[in-house]
């Protein structure tokens, strides 16, 4: 079936550094949503991109969404302690569905 | 976050024995869904529904069933649980279409000794 590639699976940065997490897919995506997963929480939604190069801000957090619609990148400026968790991105297949990445576990050294 | 409890939080139990997870959800949401989390494998899908006495099978459905019988509530359920079953639960739902954004309960940590 339809899968989400995404990468790195671990990052471990030193605080301030930057942080950037990819996902890929082999075939068009409808939209493609990211969310966080805090430590012992549950995963949290953040933003949903649906045009082709799309990209969207929020405060030090910067999504793309690629042309062709298969590609998308989650980028954190200067990272801080409170930026820790799994990174999930999610696509929208062409069965109707949503396809998760396995997530980008991001530490954060102080 | 959205109006969803999952129910119970954290159970123990034994290998063969059934096992019934939750869900419950005040949003009058359309779909619902039941993933488990391990460590290196993200998020799996096991069962989904996109309405009343509606379901359909996900990436890891054998040994778990499902049913919805009220828009509210989707309960997941392990015939005979199995030590591999052991996983962190989590529900989710979202409103008009598979594709819309889901939001998650809390969670089921599952421990089968």
């Known amino acids: 079936g339809q899968q989400v590639m995404q990468i790195p699976q671990y990052q471990h940065v030193q605080e301030g550094e930057d942080f950037t997490t990819y996902c890929n897919s082999s075939?068009?995506?409808?939209?493609i949503q990211w969310y966080k997963q805090r430590p012992g929480g549950h995963p949290v939604f953040l933003i949903q991109?649906?045009?082709?190069?799309e990209v969207k801000k929020q405060k030090r957090l910067t999504f793309q969404f690629g042309e062709a619609k298969k590609n998308s990148s989650l980028h954190i400026t200067a990272t801080q302690t409170t930026d820790v968790g799994t990174y999930f991105c999610?696509?929208?297949?062409?069965?109707?569905?949503?396809?998760f990445g396995k997530g980008t576990k991001l530490s954060v050294k102080p | 976050d959205a109006g969803i409890t999952q129910s119970p939080r954290h159970k123990v139990t034994e290998t063969g024995t059934p096992v019934t997870l939750r869900c419950h959800q005040t949003?009058?949401?359309?779909?619902m869904y039941w993933y488990r989390q391990d460590p290196g494998h993200g998020l799996r899908l096991i069962h989904y529904?996109?309405?009343?006495?509606?379901?359909d099978k996900g990436e890891v459905s054998d040994g778990y069933s499902v049913s919805r019988s009220k828009t509210e509530d989707f309960l997941l359920t392990l015939e005979s649980a199995t030590s591999s079953q052991t996983s962190v639960y989590f529900c989710?739902?979202?409103f008009g279409t598979g594709t819309d954004t889901q939001y998650f309960g809390p969670g089921t940590r599952l421990t089968v000794l």
């Open positions: 075939t068009t995506l409808s939209n």
């Open positions: 989710a739902i979202s």
């Open positions: 991109l649906v045009k082709s190069g």
């Open positions: 949003e009058n949401h359309r779909y």
């Open positions: 529904s996109y309405g009343v006495k509606d379901t």
């Open positions: 999610a696509g929208g297949g062409s069965q109707g569905n949503l396809i």
